[in-house]
């Protein structure tokens, strides 16, 4: 039970995990897959009422076939409120939301919310970060929190 317990909250505290929504083609290969842009939804694992979606760039040809390839650091971000919004007690000040690897070794992209209490707006920074070499690649989305059906 001590081993399951902290198990279970790691589980817990991990970022979400995104839907594919759709996939649209930008460059037709002969050999292996096509270039593609794709659209993923993911709801904030820590603020129900809140959803955001993210294109990127996926690459093609036989090395994104197999999963060598390395995506590049172009995408987009939009964040909505779906839903009334429910602010947990202790909100971390910066969070990783949404984290995919976009190479097979050293590139990420990672979606870090952060809390604007004055204004009362969640911003959704997406950012892509290569260990060896930072990428300055970013994307950012606002959600003011906001009343949801007489709520």
Not at 47 to 60: L, N
Not at 63 to 78: R, T
Request: glycine share 8%; with cysteine.
């Amino acid at each position: 039970m001590k081993i399951i317990a902290p198990l279970l909250l790691a589980i817990l505290t991990l970022p979400a995990c995104a839907e594919e929504i759709g996939c649209v083609t930008t460059t037709w290969k002969l050999i292996g897959a096509n270039h593609r842009i794709c659209v993923q939804a993911f709801d904030d694992p820590k603020v129900p009422g809140v959803t955001c979606h993210v294109s990127q760039a996926k690459t093609g040809g036989l090395k994104g076939s197999f999963g060598l390839a390395e995506d590049p650091s172009q995408f987009s971000l939009a964040c909505r409120q779906i839903g009334p919004i429910t602010l947990p007690q202790k909100l971390p000040r910066d969070e990783i939301v949404f984290s995919e690897d976009t190479s097979l070794l050293f590139k990420e992209t990672s979606i870090h919310r952060t809390y604007d209490e004055k204004r009362k707006v969640l911003i959704y920074l997406a950012i892509s970060r290569k260990i060896i070499d930072g990428a300055p690649a970013n994307s950012i989305s606002t959600v003011p929190i906001q009343p949801w059906g007489g709520r």
